[in-house]
C-alpha cells in the first residue's frame, strides 16, 4: 500500500511539473506581425495637388522650380521628346513620323527602345533626387497615335482590333516591370484622354446618349473596359503595387464616367480632364477669344447657349460624384488630372479659382495644366494675363528657358493659394 502511495505522490509531482512549465512557456512575449505599408498608394491617401510636364525634352530643373511652388506630384507625358525642334517649334515637317517614344512604333510594338528608356530613367532620377513624385503616363500607344503626330487625325486602330490591346499591355508590362521599384513612380497613368467614342460615331455628350453608345460597343475593341483590363491584368503579374490610374473615355470628359466599370484592384484610382466648356477655355487663333468667365457659351454640335458658372461647373462634375458614390469610390481615389483655361479668357482666374473650391469641396487630387511648358504658353500662367513679349520667343529659339520673373498676376496667385504658397512679400 505504502509502495502504491508513493506511486501516486510521483505521478502527482509530474503533473503538477507540468503544470507549472506551461505558464512559463506563455510568459515569452508573442512575435509582432507587420504588415508591410504600400508607400505608394499611401501617398494617395490625403489629398494631393501637381501639374503637368509636357515638353518637348526633359528639363530636370523644372522639379526645382515645382517643389519651390508646393506641387506634390507631376504628371509626366514624354512623348515629345522622341521629335525633331523644327517640328515641334517652326512647323516643319515631322522628319520621324513613325518614331514614337518607348514604344518605338505605334504600328507595332517590339519591345522597349532601351535609349528612351534610359532618357526617361535619368528624368525620374533627376524627379527623385529632388523629392518629386511622378505619374507616368503616355500619349501614345500600339494603334493609337497621338493625334498631334498623326497629321491631326485620330488614330483609332486600337478601337478597331484586340491585337492593339494586347500590344499594349505587354508595352505596360515591359515598362512595369522596369519601373516598379522607382521611388518617384507613384502612378501609371494607362493612357491619356482615350476616345473609343469617336471611333465609333459617337462625338457631342451634349446631345447623344452614352448608356445607348455604350450598349452597342460592349464587349468588341471599342469598350474602353476591356482595354483597361486587359493592361491592368499584364502589369500585375509583375508589379502589384504601384497604382494605376485610368481616365474616363471621350477625352477624359467626367460625363464618360457613366459607363467606365470599377476595377477590382485596390491600388487603383480614376481620373477626368476638365476644359469645359471647350468653347472658353482653349479658343484658337481663328476663333479668337469669344467668351469670358462666367458667362454665356454656345457648347456642342447644335451650338446651344449655356451659362456658364461655378454651380454650371459642378453640375457638369456631378456625374462623377455621383459614380464614386454608387460604386463606393471613396474621393482619394479620384484624380482631376488635367484642368486649365487659356490664360488670356477673361475671367481665367476666376474659372481656375471656382474648380479648385469644387476639387476641395469633394476632396479629390488635382494637377493644373501646365507648368513652364515650352512648346506652347497658352496655359503657362507664370506668364501673366497679356501677350507675351520678344524676349521670351527669343529664349525659345535658342532652346532656353524664358527668364521668370515673379509675376503679380490673378491667375497665378489663384494657383499658388490653391497650392498653398505664402505670397511672395
Known sequence: MKKFKGFIVLILLAVVGCSAATPQANLEPEKEVKKEV???????????????????????????????????????????????????????????PDKDFLIGNADKYEGLVEDDFTALKADLDAAEA??????????????????QFNDYTNDDRIWKDFSYHEQAATFWKDLAERLKDHPAVVGYNLINEPHPEHATGFNDFWTEDY?????????????????????????????????????????????????????????????????????LTSPNKKKGLTYEYPGTVKVGEEKTEKAFNKKALKDFLEPIAQWAEKNNIPANRIVAEEFGTNRLVKGADQYLADLISIFADYGWHWAFYAFREDTWDGMDYELGTEPLTWEYWEAIEKGEQPDRKTVDNPIWNVLTKGLGVEKLQ
Not at 490625403?46 to 522650380?65: C, H, L, V
Request: net charge negative.
Open 130 to 147: 529632388r523629392g518629386s513624385k511622378v505619374v507616368l503616363t503616355v500619349l501614345s500607344l500600339p494603334g493609337d497615335r497621338w493625334r
Open 38 to 96: 504600400n508607400e505608394k498608394i499611401a501617398f494617395w491617401d490625403q489629398q494631393r495637388k501637381g501639374t503637368n510636364f509636357m515638353n518637348s525634352k526633359s528639363i530636370p530643373e523644372n522639379y526645382d522650380a515645382a517643389k519651390e511652388n508646393n506641387i506634390e506630384f507631376i504628371r509626366l507625358a514624354p512623348d515629345k521628346w522622341a521629335k525633331d525642334s523644327d517640328f515641334l517649334f517652326n512647323d516643319q515637317p515631322d522628319a520621324n
Open 211 to 279: 448608356n445607348e453608345w455604350y450598349s452597342s460597343v460592349e464587349n468588341t475593341p471599342a469598350d474602353l473596359n476591356l482595354l483597361y483590363e486587359t493592361i491592368v491584368t499584364a502589369i500585375r503579374t509583375v508589379d502589384t503595387e504601384t497604382p494605376i490610374i485610368v481616365n474616363s473615355g471621350l477625352y477624359a470628359t467626367p460625363w464618360a464616367f457613366k459607363y467606365l466599370k470599377p476595377i477590382d484592384d485596390a491600388n487603383v484610382l480614376y481620373a477626368f480632364h476638365m476644359y469645359e466648356p471647350y468653347e
